[in-house]
């Protein structure tokens, strides 16, 4: 069984005014034995069909197979309600407890000394307290996968939009290392298969500017680059517009970002190298109903555990060549295999 409880939510990505919808209790699972059990505690809201709702789906799955329940809180997008929503939780009956991003690393260093009877863990941050299990991505393996497309892409011939420019591009949200992971990846890509592919990068300076995201690639494909990757969060409808406007190819970071890839009737997001958060709160859910939830530890997961792939979409199938989409899947599986490294430097 599941129970919700939403404190905030906001009315679209990237608005500044939040509208509060209510005010959780940190109520604990209705039924059963409360330790069997595990509460997530989103510092934002569901429905965006990435990151959150992955691992929604992650704490839903792995609870669903361990026969426990679930209590999910989405805070919403205002910092001060975020520690006593985590408050609560604590006090409450689950002993599991999940939070995500860097923005919460503050708060659960916090939460984990004052309560150090209960387990917790966080994804995509790493806290480092003898009762939090830490999970981390390896978004340069995401961001290596969208730069190999590109790169094979812009060499090739006959490819719709691809004129051979020698140019792409690459849009990152913020300048912090997360970020900076999916760039350099996506730079190595780009050079492990087509050296002489000049890569474009900028950063928006936030995660919710279209208008910014925009202006940049716009000003990308006016120095020639035929495919831009975006890794901005909100700030992606604007590339996707701009490649759309400049009629170029886009490549998404979220799956869910495949299913409508028209803008303004103009196909544009070819496909998305995306990394799923789902894989890895399901194996954390599954570890604590074990009892064996590594404490302490942090563990990064990517291609080798199916949290990071490319989409293949409808319109990547209709417009990548047979022969690019089939050496785009051989060097995935190299990085599953752990050749990542040695693909960078070409041993």
């Given at each position: 069984m599941r129970t919700r409880s939403l404190i905030a939510a906001v009315s679209a990505v990237g608005a500044a005014a939040l509208v509060l919808t209510g005010c959780s209790g940190g109520s604990s699972p209705a039924g059963g034995d409360t330790s069997e059990s595990v509460a997530m505690l989103v510092p934002g809201t569901a429905g965006d069909g990435g990151f959150f709702d992955q691992a929604i789906a992650g704490v839903d799955a792995g609870a669903e197979e361990a026969g426990w329940e679930t209590q999910i809180v989405e805070a919403g997008y205002e910092p001060t309600r975020w520690q006593p929503a985590l408050d609560d939780l604590a006090n409450g009956g689950s002993d599991t407890i999940i939070t995500s991003t860097f923005a919460m690393v503050d708060l659960l260093t916090q939460a984990a000394s004052k309560y150090p009877d209960k387990q917790f863990a966080i994804f995509d941050a790493v806290v480092d307290a003898p009762n939090v299990y830490s999970i981390t991505y390896r978004y340069d393996e995401t961001g290596f996968l969208a730069g190999v497309l590109a790169g094979l892409l812009e060499t090739a011939d006959g490819v719709e939009r691809i004129d051979g420019t020698g140019v792409v591009g690459v849009v990152g949200g913020q300048d912090i290392p997360t970020i900076n992971d999916y760039i350099t990846g996506f730079e190595a890509g780009v050079e492990s298969v087509a050296p002489d592919v000049t890569v474009l990068k900028a950063y928006a300076g936030s995660f919710a500017d279209p208008v910014k995201g925009k202006a940049i690639a716009a000003d990308m494909i006016a120095q020639g680059a035929e495919i831009v990757f975006t890794a901005s969060g909100g700030t992606d409808t604007g590339v996707f517009e701009a490649a759309a406007e400049g009629n170029v190819w886009a490549i998404g970071n979220a799956e869910v970002q495949t299913e409508s890839p028209d803008i303004n009737g103009t196909p544009v997001i070819l496909t998305a190298s995306t990394t799923s958060t789902k894989e890895s709160v399901q194996d954390a859910v599954?570890?604590?109903?074990?009892?064996?939830?590594?404490?302490?530890?942090?563990?990064?997961?990517?291609?080798?555990?199916?949290?990071?792939?490319?989409?293949?979409?409808?319109?990547?199938?209709?417009?990548?060549?047979?022969?690019?989409?089939?050496r785009v899947a051989a060097l995935t599986e190299d990085v599953a295999a752990g050749e990542y490294e040695s693909l960078l430097t070409g041993e």
């Open positions: 599954l570890q604590a109903a074990d009892g064996a939830l590594p404490l302490g530890e942090t563990r990064s997961f990517g291609v080798a555990d199916g949290s990071i792939w490319i989409v293949e979409s409808d319109l990547y199938t209709q417009v990548v060549p047979q022969a690019i989409r089939d």
